[in-house]
Nanobody, 123 residues
Framework: QVHVVESGGGLVQTGGSLRLSCVASGRAFVSSAMGWFRQAPGQQREFVAS???????TYADSVKGRFTISRENYIATVYLEMNSLTPEDTAVYYC?????????????????WGQGTQVTVSS
């Protein structure tokens, strides 16, 4: 009964910005860690960022300083603000919910996934 829905993907130019949104339902959002993953064609899914129950944030090295994860608990939404985008950021981005108060880079730490939203960064 847990639903996770991403939105906000699109086409941007190199150096541009994009903000992804993820709305969760069916479980107490405030007690759940949330994460963002991405998967490029032919590549394995990789961790991007996570935010815990306490608001503690974790980022993949590849996005540190460029991406910011945040959450607004009153609307059960997590965001991924992406800045200074490059073509290497092109991927389908997935939002995931964890049953734990904090979660890291492993997809196995998350049990509910959105359908994904495409982010394409042109050269």
């Amino acid at each position: 009964q847990v639903h996770v829905v991403e939105s906000g993907g699109g086409l941007v130019q190199t150096g541009g910005s994009l903000r992804l949104s993820c709305v969760a339902s069916g479980r107490a959002f405030v007690s759940s860690a949330m994460g963002w993953f991405r998967q490029a064609p032919g590549q394995q899914r990789e961790f991007v960022a996570s935010i815990g129950w306490s608001g503690a944030m974790t980022y993949a090295d590849s996005v540190k300083g460029r991406f910011t994860i945040s959450r607004e608990n009153y609307i059960a939404t997590v965001y991924l603000e992406m800045n200074s985008l490059t073509p290497e950021d092109t991927a389908v981005y997935y939002c995931a919910m964890s049953p734990y108060a904090s979660a890291g880079h492993s997809p196995s730490s998350y049990d509910s996934w959105g359908q994904g939203t495409q982010v394409t960064v042109s050269s």
